[in-house]
C-alpha cells in the first residue's frame, strides 16, 4: 500500500470509515510488527478523523502502558479499573465519555480533553491493549463511531 491515505474529510464520518477501514487492511498486511502496525493504525485514525488525540495502551502486566500515539504528550501508565482506559479495560467493553470532568475518576492526561472513546481488543478472551481516542469538543463521539472502530478493533485483534 502507498504511504497516502485516500480519503474525504468533507465527507460524513460513517462513510470517512468505510474508506477508511479497507486502507488500513491494506497498510496491517504483509506487516508482522505490531508496533509498527499500531504506528500507522494511530496515524491514520489521526489524518482521516481529525481527533484530537488517539493512541494505544498495551496491556502488561497489570497495568495499561503508553504505546504509539499521535497528539500530545500522553499519561504513560495506567492503573487496571483507573480512568476511562482502565475502565474499558476491566469491564472488557466500548466505553463513550461525553464529558470527561463527569466519568468519576477520570485521569486528566490533557486539560483540553473533553470527550473520550475508549474500546478493548482482545486476545485469547483477554484484553491486550485499548484504542482511547479523545477529543477537544464535548460530546463528540457517538454509535458511528463506535461502530467504525470496533470494526477496526477487530482488524486489530487479527494481527494481535
Not at 499500531?38 to 491514520?44: F, G, M, R, T
Not at 497528539?71 to 461525553?98: D, L, S
Amino acid at each position: 500500500m502507498a504511504e497516502e491515505l485516500l480519503i474525504s474529510t468533507s465527507v460524513e464520518k460513517a462513510e470517512r470509515y468505510e474508506t477508511l477501514l479497507p486502507q488500513i487492511e491494506g497498510l496491517v498486511s504483509g506487516e508482522a510488527d505490531l508496533i509498527a502496525n499500531l504506528s500507522n493504525i494511530a496515524a491514520a485514525l489521526k489524518q482521516a478523523m481529525n481527533f484530537f488525540w488517539v493512541g494505544f495502551y498495551l496491556v502488561k502486566e497489570k497495568q495499561l502502558v503508553l504505546g504509539p500515539f499521535q497528539g500530545p504528550i500522553a499519561c504513560t501508565r495506567i492503573e487496571y479499573g483507573r480512568g476511562v482506559c482502565g475502565y474499558a479495560w476491566k469491564e472488557k467493553k466500548t466505553v463513550i465519555v461525553p464529558n470527561v470532568e463527569e466519568f468519576p475518576g477520570h485521569i486528566a492526561c490533557s486539560s483540553a480533553s473533553q470527550s473520550e472513546i475508549v474500546l478493548p481488543a482482545f486476545k485469547s478472551g483477554q484484553v491486550a491493549l485499548v484504542l482511547d481516542v479523545d477529543s477537544d469538543k464535548l460530546n463528540d463521539f457517538d454509535k458511528k463511531d463506535q461502530e467504525g472502530l470496533e470494526k477496526l478493533m477487530r482488524i486489530i485483534e487479527r494481527i494481535l
